[in-house]
């Protein structure tokens, strides 16, 4: 017998109903109903009756494996520096170390890798030159005698997406393509193609625009690779998608569950039946405050568990120091920390997507995955990614949405605390990494922005 037999069932209209009654004349839709970015209309409940007609329970949504990979970034600027810091971090308990920069030697390569145990972490290179590093990699397990099994690599480069920031090709279209080809075709597991959509997140995508644009720059790249003669399914098996997660707690969990509907309909285009993809997620760097750093710690901790909630495979989350030249080491064992946190004490991975079933994150899930998969479309019949950048489309839509947001928050519509509310202006504030601006180049070019700093531009001699 359910306790639930004793209560007699509430419909949506009599929850509203009596929330009108207790508003006392104040208007329902007014008050308790917002339009987010994303233009979702946002209600103050959710029950049974949202997920009549939704499409999320006609997908798989669960991973491999309910854990997920607690992933250090290491940038090489000397990979006997780059390899101490790694070492660092994997003894305070990290599983996954991603590299970023170039290697120039088979030498340097060696010292990055000295004392790293490969059978039993997740290793990740990001960098320019990605089959340079493979082979120095093929060469290092050979001479080590090392097999790996079950274990998930990267070697990539997003070659295509990276025009948004340096302006141009590496080198040009046809010779980046066959780089990338040559790069599939020499290993049989590694990850070797990057969709960097934190890219657009960090510039100030909506979420619909992130997983649109994310997924269009994914067809992309099939599209380029299959006329290389490289076969459909190995272009899907290898691709890692690169999400960033920002605060919006719900809604990014709703993300990542879009994100893994839209890629199996995507991939059902191509009669293959894809329902893992992997997913790494970053913290997103456009509301890290340098005025209030420790803020930081509690924002960096909500993108966390919307990555983990949203079923994310890997997660890297940005020390609370980010903003400055340097990082302390307590900013980056924080950082680790925090998704220790999260799986040894919050058993946030006993639970395979464990936000399943809720009707809120339910309706949320099937409302992005329309608007991202429209905006999908619209992008594929403006004649794909590569047309669509070339126009300046990609780059006007997210502008326009990036400098709407910084309105909000100019006309204290929107939030951020330590910089628009309760700013401590006794502390003072280390250098700030420059922000770099590329001019003079064939593509309209995005730079990451970061709404704490455009913001303080405006009100610089403003109290708050």
């Not at 285009?269 to 993809?277: L, W």
């Not at 997660?315 to 220790?340: G, K």
Request: charged content about 20%.
């Amino acid at each position: 017998m359910s306790l639930f037999e004793d209560f007699d069932e509430v419909s949506a209209k009599q929850w509203q109903d009596r929330i009108i009654k207790d508003l006392k004349g104040k208007d329902y839709n007014e008050n308790l109903l917002w339009n987010s970015p994303e233009d979702i209309i946002i209600k103050p409940f959710y029950n049974s009756e949202d997920l009549a007609n939704t499409v999320t329970k006609n997908f798989e949504l669960s991973n491999n494996e309910s854990t997920w990979q607690n992933q250090f970034v290491v940038a090489i600027n000397s990979c006997v520096e780059a390899n101490r810091k790694a070492l660092w971090a994997l003894n305070r308990g990290v599983n996954s170390i991603l590299f970023t920069g170039n290697i120039p030697t088979q030498t340097d390569f060696n010292i990055l890798l000295e004392n790293i145990d490969l059978t039993c972490i997740n290793l990740h290179f990001y960098n320019s030159e990605p089959n340079k590093i493979e082979q120095f990699y093929s060469d290092y397990l050979l001479n080590k005698n090392i097999k790996l099994n079950n274990i998930t690599n990267s070697i990539s480069y997003d070659y295509i997406g990276e025009i948004l920031n340096i302006g141009n090709w590496k080198n040009n279209q046809q010779k980046d393509i066959e780089e990338l080809s040559d790069l599939l075709k020499s290993n049989n597991q590694i990850l070797s193609i990057a969709v960097n959509g934190k890219n657009f997140n960090n510039s100030g995508a909506t979420i619909t625009q992130e997983l649109a644009f994310s997924f269009s720059l994914a067809v992309e790249y099939i599209t380029q690779l299959s006329n290389t003669g490289i076969p459909l399914k190995d272009c899907i098996d290898k691709m890692i998608f690169r999400f960033g997660i920002g605060p919006n707690y719900f809604f990014e969990i709703a993300k990542i569950r879009a994100a893994k509907i839209l890629w199996q309909l995507i991939t059902k285009e191509y009669d293959i039946n894809q329902q893992q993809m992997h997913i790494h997620s970053f913290s997103t760097t456009t509301t890290i405050s340098n005025l209030a750093p420790h803020t930081n710690i509690l924002r960096t901790t909500t993108e966390a568990m919307s990555a983990i909630l949203g079923g994310a495979n890997s997660i890297s989350v940005l020390p609370f120091d980010s903003d400055f030249e340097t990082q302390s080491e307590l900013a980056e064992r924080v950082a680790i920390n925090i998704q220790h946190i999260l799986k040894e004490e919050s058993f946030l991975d006993k639970v395979n997507d464990i936000a399943s079933g809720s009707y809120y994150i339910e309706k949320l899930t099937d409302e992005l995955v329309e608007k991202s998969l429209a905006l999908f479309k619209e992008t594929e019949a403006l004649g794909g990614f590569l047309a669509c950048i070339k126009s300046g489309f990609i780059q006007q839509s997210i502008t326009q949405n990036a400098n709407k947001q910084i309105e909000l928050f100019k006309n204290g519509k929107r939030t951020l605390l330590g910089v628009t509310k309760h700013q401590d202006k006794t502390t003072p504030i280390p250098p700030i990494k420059e922000k770099s601006v590329k001019k003079d180049t064939p593509f309209a070019t995005l730079n990451p922005i970061n709404f704490s700093e455009e913001y303080l531009s405006s009100i610089k001699n403003t109290t708050i």
